[in-house]
T-cell receptor, first 116, second 112 residues
């Protein structure tokens, strides 16, 4: 496998459920990201991990809990979500935490989450 | 708050025409500028980046940057129906470790 792989592709969960999104990158990158994409809104950065250390948390509610056990894997643990959390959740990676010419952002295919 | 603005569209052009997509940004300290293409139901894919004032050409795509006007654009020559997608403008933001700020995207429709 190559690139950034996310599972599951689709997820429907109730407000009281606990679920996890998984992301794996095979690019040898050192930085990984969670983005949220809602209709009619820009991509929103949620979390950044650089060399497994969380370097940014954009005021995300505690019902979203990230985990980065190593530079290749990233999880997003979900619990007691709200219907407005329904969105496309995108994982991305880059060579280093400084995104630019030599370290562009590569996205996975996303998990389409529906909270009922 | 750092912002990136794009017209949501849709921008409709006939096949073979030039499509012009525009983007403005608020942070004067931004250094790198990216254009991503996102097909419906798919993830964004990087198609162009630019970091110096002027034009950068890659095949049918030309990115234009004017830092003084805080403006970046993407031109698509000889537009094809397969170019129909949403185009996201993204700007490098420096927050220690840099991150990207995205616009809402412009939907492009190329009719045969």
């Amino acid at each position: 496998e190559t690139g950034v792989t996310q599972t599951p592709r689709h997820l429907v969960m109730g407000m009281t459920n606990k679920k996890s999104l998984k992301c794996e990158q095979h690019l040898g990158h050192n930085a990984m990201y969670w983005y949220k994409q809602s209709a009619k809104k820009p991509l929103e950065l949620m979390f950044v991990y650089n060399f497994k250390e969380q370097t940014e948390n954009n005021s995300v509610p505690s019902r979203f809990s990230p985990e980065c056990p190593n530079s290749s894997h990233l999880f997003l643990h979900l619990h007691t979500l709200q219907p407005e959390d329904s969105a496309l959740y995108l994982c991305a990676s880059s060579q280093e935490g400084n995104i630019g010419l030599n370290s562009p952002l590569h996205f996975g295919n996303g998990t389409r989450l529906t909270v009922t | 708050q750092k912002e990136v603005e794009q017209n949501s569209g849709p921008l409709s052009v006939p096949e073979g025409a030039i499509a012009s997509l525009n983007c403005t940004y608020s942070d004067r300290g931004s250094q790198s500028f990216f254009w991503y293409r996102q097909y419906s139901g798919k993830s964004p894919e990087l198609i162009m980046f630019i970091y110096s004032n002027g034009d950068k050409e890659d095949g049918r795509f030309t990115a234009q940057l004017n830092k003084a006007s805080q403006y970046v654009s993407l031109l698509i020559r000889d537009s094809q129906p397969s170019d129909s997608a949403t185009y996201l403008c993204a700007v490098n933001s420096d927050s220690g470790y840099s991150t990207l700020t995205f616009g809402k995207g412009t939907m492009l429709l190329v009719s045969p």
